[in-house]
């Protein structure tokens, strides 16, 4: 059983710039979720999918940020118009429904971005 | 909202030695999940422990237990007989056992384990 994936593991780009990441979940999880993660802190959340639907989003997700999830499988994540604020390790994790580990979250290694 | 507080931003120890993380948390609801988790420098989120707000039985895997003191809203995390592997960042989290169940993290321990 593979874990979580996350591609590309580091991203540099300029300022004004769109960028997108991708997450595959661990096969057969059914929940996903996508997370940021500033140098020094802890994650924050920023959105979560149920199969296909987007259930939640936070408020730290602006109208820049987009995220998809065809079919419940693996899941994009895109900013556009980056700003330098946006620099962080965006996390991706994913969770199971039920089961004996039932909403435990697996992370993926991450995708550093680098705004100049 | 809920809320995560660890008060120890770093800490170190002697290899062997036994090392109590604190983790102290906020929130009006009754049915939750707690989590720890580590995360090795430059190396990716790894789940340490979770404990079930139902259940009264502290948590254990092989070196690592807490101790869950759910009136104090307290959830400490031991490590005994530590490694120099268990160097990373900990993290203590939070989760709604329904809803979205997104985790709330603390903002994290540096734990140095030295030889």
């Known amino acids: 059983d593979t874990g979580v994936s996350q591609d590309p593991r580091h991203k540099i780009t300029k300022r004004g710039q769109n960028v997108t990441f991708r997450c595959d979940p661990i096969s057969e999880h059914n929940r996903l979720y996508w997370y940021r993660q500033t140098l020094g802190q802890g994650p924050e959340f920023l959105t979560y999918?149920?199969?296909?639907?987007?259930?939640?989003k936070s408020r730290l997700l602006s109208d820049r940020f987009s995220a998809e999830r065809p079919k419940g499988s693996f899941s994009t994540l895109e900013i556009q118009r980056t700003e330098q604020g946006d620099s962080a390790m965006y996390l991706c994790?994913?969770?199971?429904?039920?089961?004996?580990?039932?909403?435990?979250?697996?992370f993926g290694p991450g995708t550093r971005l680098t705004v100049l | 909202a809920q809320t995560v507080t660890q008060s120890q931003p770093e800490m170190s120890v002697q290899e062997a030695e036994t090392v109590t993380l604190s983790c102290t948390y906020d929130t009006s609801e009754n049915n939750y999940y707690l989590f720890w988790y580590k995360q090795p420098p430059s190396r990716q989120m790894i789940l340490v422990i979770r404990q079930e707000a139902y259940k009264q039985q502290n948590a254990t895997e092989n070196r690592f237990s807490v101790n869950f003191q759910k009136a104090a809203k307290s959830f400490s995390l031991k490590i005994s007989d530590s490694q120099l592997g268990d160097t990373a960042m900990y993290f203590c989290a939070f989760m709604l056992a329904e809803g979205a169940q997104k985790l709330v993290f603390g903002q994290g321990t540096r734990l140095t384990i030295n030889p």
């Open positions: 999918f149920q199969n296909e639907a987007q259930l939640e």
């Open positions: 994790a994913s969770s199971l429904d039920s089961g004996p580990s039932t909403d435990t979250q697996y």
